[in-house]
């Protein structure tokens, strides 16, 4: 990855440059807020670590300018300062994540590479197929065995979600969260009457099944034959 690392202390800023260079990352550095806003403006960074406390431009106005010119690269605070209050602030003001001086230099790896992570582009993937079933997402169409199947939206949402991850078990908080964008008692039964429905209309006239039930945990799709 491709980092700008904007801290003023030298030591610091030598002893982070080296350990991410060792990980095998490009690092920059700048010493001063404006050096480092300037950077991050005119070139281009997977993520960028800023220190709070900069000379000649805070680290918090920085991240505010930035996100004022729609640049939308992932920031990790870094502050020597704890306070809820100062989190919030650094959060509030265009932050991703926020990490508290002294740390551990796999905690500041493992929190810029899960940044980066979220703010990698999705796969372009247009078709899910598992055996006979396929859900194209360009047509927004499903079908089995060739024979279209007509689904309600949130049918639609549900199989591409267990599409996407097929094979692997998914829990009911999984699919509340990604199909259903809530966060309430998972005890409801909505996912066991749309799970029912889409079940009747993929899997009640062909075989095998593939959509399951796995007991005590969730669900899964996969081609029980392979
Ligand atoms: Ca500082």
New binding site residues.
């Given amino acids: 990855m491709r980092i700008l690392l904007i801290?003023?202390?030298p030591e610091t800023a030598a002893f982070l440059q080296k350990a991410l260079k060792e990980s095998g990352h490009v690092a920059e550095h700048a010493g001063d807020g404006e050096t480092g806003l300037s950077f991050a403006r005119t070139q281009s960074y997977d993520v960028l670590i800023v220190?709070?406390?900069?000379p000649k431009r805070d680290g918090l106005s920085v991240i505010e300018t930035l996100r004022e010119d729609e640049i939308r690269t992932p920031v990790l605070i870094l502050s020597a300062l704890g306070e809820v209050d100062d989190r919030v602030k650094g959060l509030r003001a265009g932050g991703d994540d926020y990490l508290t001086k002294p740390f551990a230099i796999s905690e500041l790896l493992a929190r810029i590479e899960a940044l980066a992570r979220r703010s990698a582009p999705e796969e372009a993937v247009t078709k899910y197929v598992v055996a006979d079933l396929v859900l194209d997402r360009l047509s927004h169409t499903v079908t089995r065995s060739g024979e279209p199947i007509t689904l309600q939206p949130r049918e639609y949402r549900l199989l591409e979600y267990l599409m996407k991850h097929a094979g692997q078990v998914v829990t009911r908080t999984m699919l509340l969260e990604n199909v259903w964008d809530y966060h309430f008692d998972p005890q409801t039964n909505v996912i066991d009457v749309h799970i029912s429905r889409l079940r009747s209309k993929i899997d009640k006239n062909f075989d095998p099944a593939l959509l399951q039930t796995v007991r005590g945990a969730g669900y899964t799709i996969r081609d029980a034959g392979s």
């Fill in positions: 801290e003023d202390e220190d709070r406390m900069l």
